[in-house]
């Protein structure tokens, strides 16, 4: 009985599935869509295939603009996480909020994140026509430019091969629908698993470094 003790807490626990938060509004939410076909648990399918030990959180919210998104965040994030997904600012832009006001959210939002110990995808999104040129070109430079000052992963435009593609959307012609969200997954996919990639390595790391510490 003893050396069966020994051996069981000789073995090394279990890790934890890496836990990813997908962060956003309507469009990641899952917008009159069942469970099984929005973007969180496509994304988790599709990574489960791919070999990941992994856990999507559907924290977005249908409606939702950056400022409630910073608002909630801290709520999102009170049981952890290894990687924020953050899919918002298209109702910013639909409401005609001043883009410096969504840039600055979204700002404060990576910041807080990080601060949690989560890496940051950001998903981006493109002003309509009607957005006013000038404010469009705002609005459109955000998400690159923030990606290039804080280093982080970018998708350039979340709806790429959804907007104004047959079957891709509801009858609305913005929200995904299966076939759009399986669109989006299919392109966000290979980044997201790139930052996985990444933390396992963390994970390893960590690991082996305790391993081999040296007893006092």
Known sequence: ???????????????????????????????????????????????KTDGFDVRVVNASVSGDTTRGGLARLSYALRDGGDLLILELGANDMLLGFDPATTRDNLEKIVTQAQAKGLDVVLAGMLASANFGEERQKAFDAIFPDLSARRGLPLYPFFLAGVVGE????????LHPSR???????????PLVEKSLDSLQSKRRDARDGVAIRPSP
């Open 1 to 47: 009985m003893l050396l069966a003790l020994l051996m069981a807490f000789a073995r090394p626990a279990a890790a934890e599935p890496l836990r990813v938060i997908a962060f956003g509004d309507s469009l990641s939410a899952g917008f009159q869509l069942p469970a099984d076909a929005a973007f969180p648990a496509q994304l988790e399918a599709r990574l």
């Open 166 to 173: 047959t079957g891709m959307t509801l009858v609305d012609g």
């Open 179 to 189: 076939a759009g969200v399986a669109k989006i997954v299919a392109g966000v996919a």
